[in-house]
């Protein structure tokens, strides 16, 4: 069954320093997601991306994240000065239709210190 | 835009007990239902859907009817299994004209006894 990876599986970092999540998405997907879920919340939208540009994002996606999907394969996530508040579980998703259903990743767990 | 209501947990249950999780939703049109579930230290999965009014979706036991007289879809089993211990998302899918972003409650967590 074809699946979403995500890579890595748990980082530490430093408040202030850069970092980039990684996904693979399912092969002929074409809409993509990341979500995240601080401890113990509710699952939050970010972003989606589509046509290799940003369709959507909510107010949680600030100047301090980009997205790319810089080899067609690969769908990325940077954050570029990391708060403590950023510490959270990151979900990469896609979706084959628009509207349908969402296939996750198993998620990053960024640890912000 | 959509959103959803879903009773607030956690729910802890004995085994083979009933289980239902109340889901209501607002939203422009009829949307697809879905609810998700999430294991521990997992990431979220489809576990049923339903398209239009009066389908009812249904996968390892679970079941939720779309009622669009009360903008429901309510989760039930009959009989819950340890290993059904999880959190329970429902997500009306995205407004028309929006690129296909569910929104998501808190879930609901449910702990299910020996």
């Known amino acids: 069954e074809p699946e979403v990876t995500q890579t890595p599986s748990h980082q530490v970092t430093q408040m202030g320093q850069e970092v980039i999540l990684r996904c693979v998405p399912i092969s002929n997907h074409l809409y993509f997601y990341w979500y995240r879920q601080i401890l113990g919340q509710k699952v939050e939208f970010l972003v989606s991306?589509?046509?290799?540009?940003?369709?959507?994002k909510s107010e949680i996606f600030d100047d301090q994240f980009s997205v790319e999907r810089p080899d067609g394969s690969n769908f990325t996530l940077k954050i570029r000065s990391t708060k403590l508040e950023d510490s959270a579980m990151y979900f990469c998703?896609?979706?084959?239709?628009?509207?349908?259903?969402?296939?996750f990743g198993e998620g990053s767990r960024l640890t912000v210190l | 835009g959509n959103s959803v209501t879903q009773m607030e947990g956690p729910v802890t249950l004995s085994e083979e007990a009933f289980l239902t999780i109340n889901c209501t939703y607002t939203a422009t049109g009829y949307p697809s239902l879905f609810w998700y579930v999430q294991y521990p230290g997992e990431g979220l999965q489809l576990l049923l859907k339903a398209t239009k009014a009066d389908d009812k979706g249904s996968n390892k036991g679970f079941e939720a009817t779309y009622r669009k007289e009360t903008t429901s879809f309510h989760l039930e089993k009959g009989s819950v299994q340890v290993s059904d211990s999880a959190v329970y998302f429902c997500?009306?899918?995205?407004?028309?004209?929006?690129?296909?972003?569910?929104?998501f409650g808190k879930g609901t967590k449910l702990s299910v006894k020996p």
């Open positions: 991306f589509y046509n290799n540009e940003i369709s959507e």
């Open positions: 998703a896609c979706q084959g239709v628009r509207a349908g259903e969402l296939f």
């Open positions: 997500a009306p899918a995205p407004r028309f004209g929006s690129q296909g972003n569910l929104i």
